[in-house]
Every structure is written in structure tokens, then in C-alpha cells.
């Protein structure tokens, strides 16, 4: 009997994206599910949201999670843009048993990084590959030679008198009513922070934003080369069945 497609259910800080993935193409085999992140985003109400959304998909495969978390050995450390009490939780115990299915759990951006960095922007890239999702946070994904250093998180690096993220991600474009190139100057000023400090080969940026690529990137300037993701917002999806462990 042929595997059924592993699902990605990519948990943000705005939304819970989920749907069924060719792991052999990184494409989505379904239309994907999406519903807005409760709040406040508690491991009881993003479990219940989880279950609407994969009820809905109806998909039989395994699941692989992401956070915008710190995720070791499938256990939550931080809790940026969500609650609190994700702090300490094992994931993937709480949600294989929610689920009854074999889940695995990883962080948003290292998803997207994996997706980027097998099917995307990042295919076929030795060296140094930094993956930067801009959405209500700035997550990043650390690669060398294509394999993930994982929970990298450098959108919490000290700029602009507090976290980076605070000053360039989207939200802070949308919250500080930025045009693209105002914004475009601080994702300058953020990416030249990183440059300095990691000296990647290749930069990709990610996260929904991505889209619109063609707004920001003419405003951006660094010493590494930059370029957009192609997966967009469905990276993480992707790169969260990655994770996930065979369903039988
Ligand atoms: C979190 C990261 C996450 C990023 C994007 C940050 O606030 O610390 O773990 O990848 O947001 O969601």
C-alpha cells in the first residue's frame, strides 16, 4: 500500500496554514486549510484549532508542526508570538496524542528554510544560506552546505535599541505605516547586522511579504546577495512535512 501524503500545518503568530505534501515535488497535493491563530494562543486552543483545520483536510499521512518557537528534541523553549504557557510543553507528545497521529514539531522559519533550501531559492546553494521570514516576527533559518543548524534565532539580535524584529519585521512596516523604502532601509540595516556577524553566501527572504518582493528588495542593500523565496507562504507548510514522521 503507497504512504499517504505527510500533512504541514504551519502555526504562526496570525495564522494556522495547514495541507497535504509531494514531498517528492515541495508542492501542496490539496487546496490548503487556513484559520486565524487564537487568542490567547495556548497550547489548549491552538490544539482545538489544529484539529478543526486537519478535520477539514481529512489527509491520513503524518503531521509535521511548526512553532514560532525554539523547538528542542520537541520540546517548546520560547514563546514570541504566542502564549506563554507554550514554555516547557512537549510538543510532540501533546500533539501525536490530540491528533492520534505521529507528529513531529519544528520552528516556523527552520520549516521554511528546509523548503527553501530543497525546493526553492536555495536549491542546488553550498556554503552559507540564511532563510529570513519577514511576517510578525523575523524568523531565520541557518544552513551550511544544506544542512539546517536549527533554531538560529536571529530576528532577536540587538538592533535599533531592542529586538530587530520589534524594528523591521512586516508588523513593524505596517505598525510605523513605512513606505517599501523606508522599510527596505531597515531590512538593509538588519541584514548587514547578520552579514557582519555570520557572512552567509546567499540571503532568501520568506514569510507572506515575500510576494511582494518587487516592492522592498530594490530598496535593500547589502553586501550578500539577496533573493526572494519562491514557495512564498506555502514554505512552511512544506518544510513542516518534512518533519513529519511516516503515518502507517
Ligand atoms: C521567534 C522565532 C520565529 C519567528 C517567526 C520569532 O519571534 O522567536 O522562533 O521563528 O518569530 O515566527
Known amino acids: 500500500m503507497a504512504l499517504a501524503s505527510p500533512v504541514g500545518i504551519d502555526i504562526g503568530g496570525t495564522g494556522i496554514k495547514a495541507g497535504p505534501v509531494d514531498l517528492v515535488r515541495g508542492t501542496l497535493t490539496a487546496e490548503r486549510e487556513r484559520v486565524e491563530t487564537p487568542r490567547p494562543a495556548t497550547p489548549t486552543a491552538i490544539v482545538d484549532s489544529v484539529r478543526g483545520v486537519v478535520g477539514r483536510l481529512g489527509a491520513a499521512g503524518g503531521f509535521g508542526i511548526t512553532l514560532p518557537s525554539v523547538v528542542v528534541q520537541g520540546v517548546v523553549k520560547t514563546a514570541s508570538n504566542i502564549d506563554a504557557t507554550w514554555i516547557g510543553t512537549d510538543a510532540?507528545?501533546?500533539?501525536?496524542?490530540a491528533l492520534e497521529r505521529p507528529c513531529g514539531v519544528i520552528n516556523d522559519a527552520d520549516a521554511a528554510g528546509m523548503a527553501e533550501v530543497r525546493f526553492g531559492a536555495g536549491k542546488g546553494n553550498r556554503g552559507t544560506v540564511i532563510l529570513i521570514t519577514l511576517g510578525t516576527g523575523i524568523g531565520?533559518?541557518?544552513?551550511?552546505d544544506g544542512v539546517l543548524v536549527p533554531n538560529a534565532e536571529l530576528g532577536h539580535l540587538h538592533l535599533h535599541h531592542g529586538d530587530a524584529e520589534d524594528w523591521a519585521a512586516e508588523s513593524a512596516r505596517e505598525r510605523d505605516q513605512l513606505s517599501w523604502k523606508a522599510w527596505g532601509k531597515r531590512i538593509s540595516a538588519y541584514l548587514e547586522l547578520v552579514e557582519s556577524l555570520l557572512w552567509p553566501d546567499l540571503f532568501v527572504i520568506g514569510g507572506g511579504v515575500s510576494r511582494q518582493a518587487d516592492k522592498f528588495l530594490p530598496f535593500v542593500e547589502c553586501r550578500t546577495p539577496v533573493v526572494p523565496a519562491v514557495l512564498h507562504n506555502?514554505?512552511?507548510?512544506?518544510?513542516?512535512?518534512?518533519?513529519?514522521?511516516l503515518a502507517r
Do not use: C, Q, R, T
Open 92 to 97: 510532540v507528545a501533546l500533539f501525536s496524542e
Open 140 to 144: 531565520s533559518g541557518l544552513f551550511f
Open 234 to 245: 506555502d514554505a512552511g507548510i512544506v518544510g513542516a512535512a518534512m518533519v513529519a514522521p
